[in-house]
């Protein structure tokens, strides 16, 4: 399955019927769904980048009480790029239903604890958590199993901030609301990870 999306070297952005393709893939063929459910939705519904998904521990997405799935990912100073500013992004109703169903059968739920699992590095070094680079390996890997060309583990992330700000107008937003749940220190490097929607230039100019 190859997407019309790929230009040079950036990953590509993934259509509605991708991400369904991948989602289905990933049911079928995971050793961890459940998991790796919760680590491209992370992905593609939060914009994270596969180093700050490995970092997330439990607490950063639990409430206060640590009973429940909280309202928003609370991502530490420690593990974001550029300046380590520490952001607050809502938790989308998919990636909710995904996370409370990864805790159900998680053996740790508790903070300080990884969401993220590695049975590789559980079996060899006794550390379950991913690092950075076992993660991103773990979702190309995943991506190019799925048949999904192009697609790399920064996918999902580009996925993200591009719908964000193709639905500004409907939610009353600007484009600095998406620079800000991206983490980036500038706008004009949100711009960069925003695809064109062909569909709204041809409104453009029809309408101009």
Do not use: C
């Amino acid at each position: 399955m190859q997407s019309e999306n790929s230009r040079g070297g950036k990953a590509i952005m993934l259509t509605e019927a991708e991400e369904a393709h991948l989602f289905q893939f990933i049911a079928r063929h995971s050793k961890t769904p459940e998991h790796d459910r919760v680590v491209f939705l992370l992905s593609l519904k939060a914009g994270l980048r596969a180093a700050e998904i490995a970092m997330l521990d439990w607490n950063h997405v639990m409430d206060g009480r640590m009973q429940a799935i909280g309202e928003y990912i609370e991502l530490p100073r420690k593990g974001t790029k550029g300046k380590n500013r520490a952001r607050t992004v809502p938790v989308h109703p998919e990636l909710h239903q995904a996370l409370e169903a990864w805790m159900a059968i998680h053996p740790r739920v508790q903070a300080g604890v990884a969401i993220t699992r590695s049975l590789r590095r559980a079996n060899r070094y006794g550390d379950a958590r991913h690092t950075a680079n076992s993660l991103t390996l773990h979702m190309n890997r995943i991506y190019q199993d799925a048949g999904l060309v192009g697609a790399s583990s920064h996918s999902g992330r580009r996925t993200a901030i591009t719908k964000w700000s193709w639905a500004i107008e409907s939610s009353g937003g600007s484009l600095s609301d998406v620079q800000r749940l991206a983490g980036h220190s500038s706008i004009a490097m949100t711009a960069e990870y925003i695809e064109g929607k062909k569909s709204a230039q041809h409104h453009m100019v029809n309408a101009a």
